[in-house]
T-cell receptor, first 116, second 115 residues
């Protein structure tokens, strides 16, 4: 079974530019989550999709962040325009069911975003 | 609201020595607790989880953790460190199903194993 795939693995962009991160979940996993780790801080929840619907986007930092999951397959997270404080590692995770104890999460390797 | 505190951002041990990574949590409801590990250039991998059953939880690669409600702790241990254990370890908490499902992570502890 293929795991959760994220790309790019690294991205360096200038402040004010736009970046789009992509996550391909495990096939058949309806639940998809985005988390972010800013340097030196905790990994924090950003949002949760069930299929193509956003169930919870309470962790999205501001309206410069836009997440989509058209067709309920892969997801993209766009940052426009990027600011310096957006630098960090963005993790994607997927789960077959919402009960993370029963079904568990599988995390991707993350995208390291650096805004200069 | 829930929170996790990992004591020590960096722990260094000798190969063969005891590994002890500390985690304290705060939760207004009975928590579910997790330890994840991240090896270089890889994703987060679940080591073990506590879900209100046995308080001593055994995980992969010889790790175990003990839930102590009175101390609000969930420390991770391994009797004998191996070079391959070098990685970053994250403690996380979430409320049981039916309530807030989000994982709340600690800041992580980087484990270095010296030969």
């Amino acid at each position: 079974e293929a795991g959760v795939t994220q790309f790019p693995s690294h991205s360096v962009i200038e402040k004010g530019q736009t970046v789009t991160l992509r996550c391909d979940p495990i096939s058949g996993h309806d639940n998809l989550y985005w988390y972010r780790r800013v340097m030196g801080k905790e990994i924090k929840f950003l949002l949760h999709f069930v299929k193509e619907s956003k169930q919870d986007e309470s962790g999205m930092p501001n309206n410069r962040f836009l997440a989509e999951r058209t067709g309920g397959t892969y997801s993209t997270l766009k940052v426009q325009p990027a600011e310096l404080e957006d630098s960090g590692v963005y993790f994607c995770a997927s789960s077959q069911g919402h009960d993370r104890v029963k079904y568990g999460y599988t995390f991707g390797s993350g995208t390291r975003l650096t805004v200069v | 609201a829930q929170s996790v505190t990992q004591l020590g951002s960096h722990v260094s041990v000798s190969e063969g020595a005891l590994v002890l990574l500390r985690c304290n949590y705060s939760s207004s409801v009975p928590p579910y607790l997790f330890w994840y590990v991240q090896y270089p250039n890889q994703g987060l991998q679940l080591l073990l989880k506590y879900t209100s059953a046995a308080t001593l939880v055994k995980g992969i690669n010889g790790f175990e953790a003990e839930f102590k409600k009175s101390e609000t702790s969930f420390h991770l241990t391994k009797p004998s460190a191996h070079m391959s254990d070098a990685a970053e370890y994250f403690c996380a908490v979430s409320a049981p199903p039916g309530s807030n499902y989000k994982l709340t992570f600690g800041k992580g502890t980087l484990l270095t194993v010296n030969p």
